[in-house]
């Protein structure tokens, strides 16, 4: 399952300063209790939550005018991005790297198609495991109004930090729930599902199998929400 190898680095932008920060400040906090690594002051963002007027169209302009920012995503994908309804619009890139960090070359032995070293093999882990490299939230300002700093901010650590969909949680209290169209009220923060789900994946080596850490994720989340003896 695909998460962050590198220290993460959060950006934001298209609100007031005032707001801007306090929710930067609650994205870092939720990153650090999940054990994530973090940049320092001057790092590279590659975590961008951006609010905008028109999530569609500001996909459409960064396509056409900023390309490098879906660098590895397929157009099929970005289609989709366009094709998707609703004011979130959200993608990560991510990249193929051994489970040691090593990342595909280009080598002539094999007409230039990409090769990657593999040092060992195993029936338990796999030898590869899949970095997200960067990734962008597009929140359609109209759509942030009524929810409160905190709920946006763990909406988006959700959504960046992990490749989870928010259908995918669908039927869960979980803080994904935020922007659907259904009249329930969302929660007003992260929930046991999504502290078991977020620091979970981030424990433990980045090569396991899905399956495993599928399993391990439900555990966590299971003992999270079990009552207190």
Same mark, same amino acid.
């Given at each position: 399952?695909?998460r962050?190898?590198?220290? !993460?680095?959060?950006?934001?932008?298209?609100? /007031?300063?005032?707001?801007?920060?306090?929710?930067?400040?609650?994205?870092?906090?939720?990153?650090? =209790?999940? &054990?994530?690594?973090?940049?320092?002051?001057?790092? +590279?963002?590659?975590?961008?939550?951006?609010?905008?007027?028109?999530?569609?169209?500001?996909?459409e302009?960064? $396509?056409?005018?900023s390309?490098?920012?879906?660098?590895?995503i397929?157009?099929s994908?970005? #289609?989709?991005?366009?094709?998707?309804? &609703?004011?979130?619009?959200?993608?990560?890139? @991510?990249?193929i +790297?051994?489970?040691?960090?090593?990342?595909?070359?280009?080598?002539?032995?094999?007409?230039?198609? *990409?090769?990657?070293?593999?040092?060992?093999?195993?029936?338990?882990?796999?030898?590869?495991?899949?970095?997200?490299?960067?990734? !962008?939230?597009?929140?359609?300002?109209?759509? #942030?109004? &009524?929810?409160?700093?905190?709920?946006? $901010?763990?909406? =988006? %650590?959700? +959504? @960046?930090?992990?490749?989870?969909? %928010?259908?995918?949680?669908?039927? !869960?209290?979980?803080?994904? $729930?935020?922007?659907? *169209?259904? /009249?329930?009220? /969302? /929660?007003?923060?992260?929930?046991?599902?999504?502290?078991?789900?977020?620091?979970?994946?981030?424990?433990?080596?980045?090569?396991? +199998?899905?399956? !495993?850490?599928?399993?391990?994720? &439900?555990? %966590?989340?299971?003992? #999270?929400? $079990?009552?207190?003896?």
């Amino acid at each position: 399952m695909a998460r962050f190898t590198e220290p !993460v680095c959060f950006a934001t932008a298209g609100l /007031p300063r005032a707001t801007l920060i306090p929710l930067s400040n609650r994205m870092v906090r939720t990153a650090q =209790a999940a &054990g994530i690594r973090l940049g320092g002051e001057k790092c +590279r963002a590659n975590v961008l939550v951006m609010f905008v007027d028109d999530g569609k169209a500001e996909v459409e302009r960064l $396509a056409k005018h900023s390309p490098w920012i879906f660098s590895g995503i397929d157009r099929s994908k970005i #289609a989709g991005l366009l094709d998707e309804p &609703g004011p979130i619009h959200v993608w990560s890139t @991510t990249e193929i +790297r051994s489970r040691d960090g090593d990342r595909m070359y280009n080598g002539p032995e094999y007409n230039g198609l *990409p090769q990657l070293n593999i040092q060992l093999s195993s029936f338990i882990v796999l030898p590869i495991r899949e970095d997200i490299l960067f990734s !962008v939230l597009l929140i359609d300002r109209k759509a #942030a109004i &009524g929810r409160n700093v905190n709920q946006i $901010a763990d909406y =988006a %650590a959700m +959504r @960046t930090l992990t490749m989870i969909r %928010a259908k995918g949680a669908a039927g !869960v209290n979980s803080i994904l $729930a935020l922007f659907d *169209p259904e /009249p329930a009220t /969302p /929660p007003l923060e992260m929930t046991d599902f999504d502290h078991g789900y977020l620091k979970t994946l981030y424990t433990g080596q980045g090569n396991q +199998r899905s399956t !495993v850490k599928v399993r391990q994720i &439900g555990r %966590a989340i299971l003992q #999270a929400q $079990a009552p207190a003896p």
